[in-house]
């Protein structure tokens, strides 16, 4: 059972484009809510996390957008260069609440390809 | 500083044999977590280690087995290999909570295992 939904499954941009990755979530009792960016042959990096009494988080050319009613949270890459194609990845976990904060449910993933 | 390193990076075993993975965390982490990542989908949390205690186990059989050791590296073991054993498995580590209180895990680059 999928804790966290990830759309859409791949998007193609061009240069100086938006890419926009949204996740719903059903667990109320998730914190945490980090994205990783991964590229081939590497593990997931950190790229930008919120929590819930926030509605949004800026760093750089990502914003996360947060509305904790509707259970939603997106990923925003303003201004995207080729050196942003990668994978994806949206996640929740409980971890400010409990001692699991090394549990992170991830999203199926997202594949970015920017185009020149 | 060092990032997290894991070891081997690739290995091949055949079904029913048994596979040992090593991590080592970043220096001053004493959590790690294991996860796994099947091609195409996102990783998948099977165990959290901090102060040599298991904290956290996901949906994986009882063939899945791990610990940590006192300078807070860990291993995981694999018994029985299946075909479906066949992926990227990650490991993270992290403090219990960093300056902002967010749980950071960093990954490293992950073994990949093939089973035939």
């Known amino acids: 059972q999928q804790q966290v939904k990830q759309s859409p499954q791949s998007l193609i941009v061009q240069k100086g484009g938006i890419s926009i990755i949204n996740c719903a979530y059903e667990n109320t009792a998730f914190d945490y809510f980090p994205w990783y960016q991964q590229f081939p042959g590497k593990g997931p990096a950190l790229l930008i996390a919120i929590r819930p009494d926030v509605s949004e988080k800026k760093e750089g050319r990502f914003t996360i957008s947060f509305n904790k009613s509707a259970k939603q949270f997106s990923l925003h890459i303003m201004d995207s260069q080729p050196g942003d194609s990668a994978t994806y990845f949206c996640a929740a976990s409980m971890g400010w609440q409990t001692d699991s904060w090394g549990k992170l449910q991830f999203g199926a993933g997202t594949q970015v390809v920017v185009t020149p | 500083d060092a990032g997290v390193t894991q070891s081997p990076t690739h290995l091949i075993k055949t079904r029913g044999q048994h596979v040992t993975l090593r991590c080592s965390p970043i220096s001053g982490h004493k959590s790690v977590s294991w996860y796994q990542q099947v091609l195409g989908q996102g990783p998948q949390f099977i165990f959290q280690y901090y102060e040599k205690e298991e904290r956290g186990r996901g949906n994986f059989p009882d063939r899945f087995s791990a610990r940590q050791f006192p300078n807070y590296s860990s291993e995981l073991n694999v018994n029985a290999l299946l075909l479906g054993d066949s992926a990227l498995y990650l490991c993270?580590?992290?403090?219990?909570?960093?300056?902002?209180?967010?749980?950071?895990?960093?990954f490293g680059a992950g073994s990949r295992l093939t089973v035939l």
């Open positions: 993270a580590s992290s403090r219990q909570r960093d300056i902002s209180g967010a749980n950071v895990l960093t």
